[in-house]
């Protein structure tokens, strides 16, 4: 079993920044990758980031992303991290985390194991 709990949601100017969090517990939390979804009003839920178990050197980003945010890993604290940066009207949605413990395809949602409840982040223009 694994439990995780975003935070770090909130209001933002378009041009800001924010930094989620995502707070893991159960089991061993670097024996799984963790990845970052959102989900936009009407639409379907979206691959955003993910990160590797172990050391979390490698990551991966959904295009429209790229160069704005950052996930990262602190094994120590049981925490994924996802730094967003010249963030976007388009930007605002639901964001989740999910744990993958076989750390299979990462982009796709299905693969994941387990989810937390979310986080809501707002860009105004």
């Known amino acids: 079993q694994v439990q995780l709990v975003e935070s770090g949601g909130g209001l933002v100017q378009a041009g800001g920044s924010l930094r989620l969090s995502c707070a893991a517990s159960?089991?061993?939390?670097?024996?799984?990758?963790v990845g970052w979804f959102r989900q936009a009003p009407g639409k379907e839920r979206q691959f955003v980031a993910a990160?590797?178990?172990?050391?979390?050197?490698?990551?991966y980003y959904v295009d429209s992303v790229k160069g704005r945010f950052t996930i990262s890993r602190d094994n120590a604290k049981n925490t994924v991290y996802l730094q967003m940066s010249s963030l976007k009207p388009e930007d605002t949605a639901v964001y989740y985390c999910a744990a993958d413990l076989r750390q299979s395809r990462l982009r796709v949602e299905t693969d994941y194991d387990y989810w937390g409840q979310g986080t809501q982040v707002t860009v105004s223009s």
């Open positions: 990160i590797i178990r172990g050391s979390g050197g490698r990551t």
């Open positions: 159960g089991r061993s939390f670097d024996s799984y990758a």
